[in-house]
């Protein structure tokens, strides 16, 4: 997936090989809040949410109709051998009908031609008549699930840690104290960096993985001002300053300075330390999407900044842990993310309808010769 200024583009390549190509427009606020620092840090995150589950959902749809039709190949087959094998009177009749149409032409059988008829470079997909969106109940359940799972695994879990850790050792740290935050930043970092490599280890997550380094790679080469070839963008570097990994690792660090800042502020709960320690918890939570505006700001200050020069190992945080999750792509992993660049870049200034139907591309270079991007 990938997007442009106004456009969105997503690629598949079906197990056939083949790209299935879906482009979509993103409509821009009319409001200037929207542009407005920090502001659209918080707009941004909750719109790539958005956008990533409908590009998840869009892939599994994918996934469905190629297992079905291997279903159906499968089926078929099946019919075919458990039809009866033809007797010996049948097998005669069809060695003389042979033996006559060979004689009658006067020629020697000659080997079936090996050449494959021309592949078709483009088929487009005609949109279904009406999308059937999931119900709203299933819809809800799908988006908040992970978002409950995030906040237990990367907000609850440390927090709790940080409680262990002072309870054990005797710190008799206040829950609102700059100690307390640093020990739960440390956790979380330590928690979000073992959960990385821990589903790294999973094949289907490295080759989701490998098809982030992919995407990486794609925009590297694009930024280099390099047609956008896999022999391009092969060599270039997987890692990238404006990844989400990094901006994840920046979140971490942003929330030990923001609550040891303000966490002296917040009202003190009477009643045992647990109780503390939730309402803590939940006066917490609504901070998150002025933490996320924050570190939107810095992370475009550092990829703008930072790239190069004595600022540069301000990233190398965010660097290394992207090592976990970015993997070396093969070709046809490239093909994919430089497709979908390619056409999120042609579509830009383009205004899609509605039913602008998904293409289907044979290969790569089929969709090469199609989709001609904007100069960088």
Known sequence: ??????????????????????????EAPASALVKAPFLRGMLTLFSSLKIGHQ??????????????????????????????????????????????????????????????PAPIKKIEVAPKVKEEEPKSALAGLATAVPVLFAIGLFIALPQAAAEGINSWFKLGLDVTSPGFQVITGAAKLIIIVSYLAGIRMIPDVRRVFQYHGAEHKAISTYEAGKDLLVENARPTSALHARCGTTFIIMVAFVSVVLFSAVGSFFPTIPGPRFVQSIAFFFMKLPLFPVIAGITYELQRFFAKYCTTGPLRPLLWPGFLVQKITTAPP?????????ASLRSALANAPVKLPETHPDKQYMSYSDLVDDVVPRPA
Do not use: H, N, Y
């Not at 583009?9 to 299935?20: A, H």
């Not at 033809?86 to 079936?112: H, N, Y």
């Not at 093969?330 to 430089?338: P, R, S």
């Open 330 to 338: 093969d070709d046809d992993q490239l093909e994919v993310a430089l």
């Open 55 to 116: 590009a998840l959902r869009f892939s599994a749809e994918i996934l469905e109709e190629g297992l079905a039709e291997e279903e159906a190949r499968e089926e078929d087959a099946k019919k075919k051998k458990a039809k009866a094998p033809p007797g010996p009177a049948t097998l005669a009749l069809i060695a003389l009908a042979q033996w006559i149409l060979s004689a009658a032409d006067g020629s020697e059988e000659e080997e079936p031609s090996k050449k494959e």
């Open 1 to 26: 997936m990938m997007r442009a200024p106004g456009s969105l583009s997503i690629v598949c390549r079906k197990r056939d090989g083949s790209l299935i190509l879906r482009e979509r427009t993103i």
